[in-house]
């Protein structure tokens, strides 16, 4: 994985008491990387996994590929307030274990209702996303934060690539369905290696302290909760909610309009199509984090763009090289979004618990990957498969509209004061 994201010796060797170095953050990562892996690596095969199940044509495929996000969804605040107060680490251990006996429950299934329990547990049980950010942001702060946010987007990237391609590798020995309790063995290994790590301070007390620090500062104007030149959680909230719509809303049927708009292309070509945008912030995330860590709200901004010009690209490609283009355009955009999100995310931190923030971060984006699926099969059922990725311009188009006026605003205040 080529994001490096994390700052080198001079920034290591200052990790504050209590918090992390860059060694256990890359360790974080990797078990970040394993729980991704396993829990991307087989929902793609639910069309194959379901005919042994009492479902010969796959039809509950689209409900059960979104149950684990909705029950993550559900849970992800939950898991985060009790984070908060009984400690992170503990609670980051939860969500792996969790994860090992979903997909040991998934594995063992002989039924559909079984399997379908499976998958709830999946999501409820599970949360990598909110844990593992929680546990990261007790520790971190400020660029270090951001920075540690953004590899944890690289191994979720990285594992979107890598996953479906062992999996399918791996089919002709073991069929997908069994391949649920060997995957069990990942965030299993992964709960080992945690164990090991540190425990980021006392839950609240980073959070207790700047509170403090806040009631004593001289008045502003700004809301007591909302520190002058951080983005409101509202706001935050809205940014995340459309970016995952725009984003996702393009993925479940890009394979059939790839096959629609290039006849005879291969199962490896638009398997690659897919993963572009991923490998795009693979490569220049790091970069990016850099460029835009003190002007997150133009990058976003941009980013949205960039995934307005991708998705329309989408519909009007109708060669390879135009497929190729279209796909790096809505990488750039992607990779924008995602590491501005984070810088956004981190600033949001400052003064707040970390696992009720991310909790609810986590139910706002499993909203907008859900809504996405949604809108992306009542739209593509009754238009065509063209109609998902021209819904998805219209909402990046309209949010980077209102991302460009934040960032205008943002501007402003900034040489005002």
Same mark, same amino acid.
């Given at each position: 994985m080529t994001v490096d994201a994390l700052p080198r010796q001079s920034e290591r060797d200052a990790a504050p008491p209590g918090g992390i170095g860059r060694r256990q953050v890359h360790a974080v990562a990797a078990c970040y990387f394993v729980a991704s892996f396993a829990a991307l690596g087989l929902p793609p095969y639910l069309t194959a996994i379901l005919p042994g199940l009492g479902d010969p044509q796959g039809r509950w495929a689209g409900v059960l590929y979104i149950v684990p996000t909705v029950f993550s969804a559900l849970g992800a605040p939950l898991w985060g307030r009790l984070a908060d107060? $009984?400690?992170?680490?503990?609670?980051?251990?939860?969500? *792996?274990?969790?994860?090992?006996?979903?997909?040991?429950?998934?594995?063992a299934a002989d039924s559909l209702p079984a399997f379908t329990l499976a998958l709830v547990l *999946?999501? &409820?049980?599970?949360?990598?996303?909110?844990? %593992?950010?929680? $546990?990261?942001?007790?520790?971190?702060?400020?660029?270090?934060?951001?920075?540690?946010?953004?590899?944890? *987007?690289?191994?979720?990237?990285?594992?979107?690539?890598?996953?479906?391609?062992l999996v399918g590798a791996l089919s002709p020995w073991i069929a997908p369905h069994r391949q649920y309790l060997l995957m069990a063995v990942l965030p299993l290994a992964a709960a080992v290696l945690l164990s090991l790590l540190p425990e980021p301070g006392r839950p609240g007390a980073k959070t207790a302290d700047e509170a403090g620090a806040r009631a004593v500062a001289p008045s502003t104007g700004a809301p007591a909760d909302e520190p002058t030149g951080r983005t409101p959680l509202r706001v935050l909230y809205g940014l995340e909610f459309a970016f995952v719509f725009a984003t996702i809303i393009s993925f479940p049927y890009?394979?059939?309009?790839?096959?629609?708009?290039?006849?005879?292309?291969?199962?490896? %070509?638009?398997g690659v199509l897919f993963a572009?945008? !991923?490998?795009?912030?693979?490569?220049?995330?790091?970069?990016?984090? %850099?460029? &835009?860590?003190?002007?997150? !709200? %133009?990058?976003?901004?941009?980013? &949205?763009?960039?995934?307005? @010009?991708? =998705?329309?690209?989408?519909?009007?490609?109708d060669s390879l090289p135009a497929f190729v283009a279209v796909r790096l355009l809505l990488g750039a955009g992607l990779t924008l979004?995602?590491?501005? =999100?984070?810088?956004l995310a981190a600033?949001?931190?400052?003064?707040?618990?970390?696992?009720? @923030?991310?909790?609810? =971060?986590?139910?706002?984006?499993k909203g907008g990957a859900v809504a996405a699926g949604a809108v992306a099969a009542l739209v593509n059922g009754r238009f065509g498969a063209t109609s998902p990725v021209l819904v998805g311009t219209a909402a990046a188009l309209l949010a980077a509209v209102a991302a460009a006026a934040l960032s205008s605003h943002s501007r402003q205040r900034w040489s005002r004061s």
């Open positions: 107060r $009984y400690g992170r680490k503990r609670l980051l251990l939860r969500a *792996q274990l969790g994860l090992a006996v979903s997909f040991l429950l998934a594995g *999946q999501g &409820f049980l599970g949360g990598t996303f909110a844990a %593992t950010n929680g $546990y990261l942001a007790a520790a971190l702060d400020g660029a270090r934060l951001s920075r540690a946010l953004t590899l944890m *987007q690289g191994s979720a990237r990285a594992a979107l690539v890598a996953a479906p391609i890009l394979i059939a309009l790839a096959e629609e708009r290039l006849p005879g292309v291969s199962g490896t %070509t638009t572009l945008p !991923h490998l795009c912030y693979l490569a220049f995330a790091a970069r990016t984090h %850099t460029a &835009f860590l003190h002007r997150p !709200h %133009t990058g976003i901004a941009l980013g &949205f763009g960039f995934v307005a @010009l991708g =998705l329309a690209g989408h519909s009007v490609a979004g995602l590491v501005c =999100l984070s810088v600033e949001a931190c400052r003064g707040r618990a970390p696992g009720r @923030l991310f909790g609810s =971060l986590e139910f706002v984006s």
